[in-house]
């Protein structure tokens, strides 16, 4: 019934549902279904092709992708799936890194947390089954305030050119946020970042003053020299889903590479 009334809500409901068609049915090539937003976990595959598009036009080799909160591990192995279509398409190799305690949510420090809606012990890994079907992705378990201190000497991995936020409150996105205080060099110049808990439903009932939102505007406000935005021309896409309100991109405006020349070569309008 809930599937019935969104089709019905769609302003172009056959549209939608030819694109629910195509990718359960695997049709065409995956670049197609990524153009058309007939693919699972559209905003995964969005922060991957993004990532690898972005290191491709700096003529970088290998980029990173990061996952905050990882849970069950559906979104990272999500991840793995984009990462490998996407890789056959650009000229880049592609890590992925996902960050939780392992053990669940901890329990809401306060009000900013959203109590009302997150418990403590939701979310909990099974991390013995997750790692028996990870491929290439690398967990990083433990409190994320204390792992990321280390991550870079650890791992020493690749250049960050995506990330998706989901630690659901407003305590822990403050402390993954701070990942973004390290060397600038060790991230691409911008960054398409996903943050799941900022649109919701009318239970979240989310507001800027509390949870991650919270957060992003924390950042903004204490960063002269780093910014999140939202990404405008998707909330402009005439086929705009819930996941565009909750991509944000990430400007690094002093990093050396950032005023490298990355759009089309050829740009010259004919009379």
Same mark, same amino acid.
């Given at each position: ?59 970088? @080799? ?43 949510? *901890?329990? @809401?420090? $306060? ?5 009302? /809606? ?70 691409? *110049? ?5 943050? $799941?808990?900022?649109?919701?439903? $009318?239970?979240?009932?989310?507001? $800027? ?7 992003? /505007? ?25 996941? /565009? ?9 002093? /990093? ?16």
């Amino acid at each position: 019934m809930a599937f019935v009334t969104r089709l019905f809500n769609e302003p172009y409901p056959i549209r939608k549902a030819c694109r629910i068609a195509i990718r359960k049915l695997n049709l065409g090539s995956y670049a197609f279904r990524y153009g058309i937003g007939a693919i699972d976990r559209p905003h995964y595959a969005y922060l991957v092709w993004q990532a690898a598009k972005m290191a491709a036009g700096l003529g970088l @080799p290998r980029v990173s992708i990061l996952e905050f909160g990882v849970a069950g591990g559906t979104g990272l192995l999500s991840l793995e799936y984009h990462a490998e279509q996407v890789e056959k398409l650009f000229p880049v190799k592609i890590e992925i890194y996902g960050f939780d305690t392992g053990e669940g949510l *901890p329990p @809401p420090d $306060d009000y900013r947390d959203l109590p009302y /809606h997150w418990k403590a012990g939701f979310f909990k890994m099974d991390v013995p089954a997750l790692q028996a079907r990870l491929r290439r992705s690398k967990l990083v378990l433990g409190n994320v305030a204390e792992t990321f201190g280390s991550f870079f000497e650890n791992y020493a991995p690749a250049p960050i050119g995506a990330v998706s936020q989901d630690l659901d409150f407003y305590s822990s996105t403050v402390a993954a946020l701070k990942l973004f205080d390290a060397d600038h060099n060790r991230f691409l *110049p911008r960054i398409a970042c996903y943050f $799941d808990d900022t649109v919701g439903n $009318d239970i979240e009932f989310y507001n $800027d003053y509390t949870g991650e939102r919270l957060a992003i /505007h924390e950042f903004n406000a204490t960063h002269a020299d780093a910014k999140f935005s939202p990404a405008y021309y998707l909330l402009a896409a005439p086929n705009m889903s819930v996941w /565009h309100h909750q991509i944000w991109s990430l400007h690094y405006f002093d /990093h050396p590479q950032y005023n490298t020349f990355v759009s089309d070569k050829d740009q010259q309008l004919a009379l």
